[in-house]
């Protein structure tokens, strides 16, 4: 239902900003 759609799309946002911070951190931005 909703809640897990959106338990899946903040999950989601998490993920990519922990990946977006370690490519950061390799100097590949």
Same mark, same amino acid.
């Given at each position: 239902?909703?809640?897990?759609? @959106?338990?899946r799309?903040?999950?989601?946002?998490? @993920?990519?900003?922990?990946?977006?911070?370690n490519?950061?951190?390799l100097?590949?931005?």
């Amino acid at each position: 239902g909703r809640a897990q759609f @959106n338990f899946r799309r903040r999950t989601g946002e998490l @993920n990519l900003a922990k990946f977006t911070k370690n490519r950061s951190k390799l100097g590949l931005s």
